[in-house]
C-alpha cells in the first residue's frame, strides 16, 4: 500500500478520500487546454472524475473543444468502471501530438454523462489550466490526472506505485 498519506489543507482535498468506484461530479470551473499553442478546449461545463489515489481527471463535452483539430487513432484501452476508450491524435500546422485525448463512445450505464465528453493527457499539452491555475501533469502516462495546489497525494502513477 502507499506510505506518506499527505494531510490536506484548509480547501485542499486527499485523492485518498476519492471513492473507489469512481464518482463524476459536475464541474463549472474553467477548463482549458493548449496544445501546439492553439486553446483546443475551454470550457465551464466539464465532468470531474474522482477516484481512489488519483488527480481528478476532466471531461470536456464536445462541444467545448475544437475536435476538427482532432483524429481518432487506433489506441484503444478499457477501464474496469467506464468501458472502452478511443484516443485521439491532434494535428495543428505541421505539428501531431499522438494520443493527446480519449473517450468513451459507449460508456459503462454508470458513467453515461461521459459520453464523448473528451479527457486530454496534461503531460501531452503544451498548458492545462483549472480556472487561471497551470496544472502538473499527473507522473506516468496510463491516469493523465490534472494536479493544482488544491490536490494532495501521494498520487499512483509514477515509478513503483503502479500496485498500490
Same mark, same amino acid.
Not at 481527471?57 to 478499457?78: F, G, N
Not at 499522438?98 to 503531460?123: G, I, K, T
Not at 494532495?152 to 502513477?157: A, I, L
Given at each position: ?62 462541444? $467545448? ?6 483524429? %481518432?487513432? @487506433? +489506441? ?5 468502471? #467506464?468501458?472502452? *476508450?478511443? =484516443? ?17 463512445? $459507449? ?6 454523462? %461521459?459520453? @464523448? +465528453? ?5 503531460? #501531452?499539452?503544451? *498548458?492545462? =489550466? ?35
Amino acid at each position: 500500500m502507499h506510505v506518506g498519506r499527505e494531510e490536506p489543507g484548509e480547501g485542499q482535498e486527499s485523492v485518498w478520500d476519492y471513492p473507489r468506484p469512481p464518482m463524476i461530479e459536475d464541474c463549472t470551473a474553467r477548463i482549458r487546454v493548449v496544445v501546439c499553442e492553439f486553446t483546443v478546449a475551454d470550457s465551464t461545463n466539464s465532468k470531474r472524475v474522482l477516484e481512489t489515489s488519483h488527480p481528478p481527471v476532466y471531461y470536456i463535452p464536445p462541444q $467545448d473543444v475544437s475536435v476538427t483539430c482532432l483524429k %481518432l487513432s @487506433d +489506441h484503444m484501452s478499457w477501464c474496469e468502471w #467506464k468501458g472502452s *476508450a478511443r =484516443y485521439y491524435a491532434l494535428t495543428i500546422g505541421d505539428q501531431t501530438v499522438s494520443d493527446v485525448a480519449w473517450c468513451y463512445p $459507449d460508456p459503462a450505464p454508470r458513467f453515461a454523462e %461521459l459520453q @464523448d +465528453h473528451l479527457a486530454f493527457y496534461p503531460s #501531452k499539452a503544451d *498548458a492545462c =489550466y483549472v480556472d487561471d491555475e497551470l496544472v502538473r501533469p499527473q507522473k506516468g502516462d496510463f491516469y493523465g490526472g490534472w494536479i493544482t495546489e488544491q490536490i494532495v497525494g501521494p498520487f499512483k502513477g509514477g515509478p513503483a506505485t503502479m500496485r498500490w
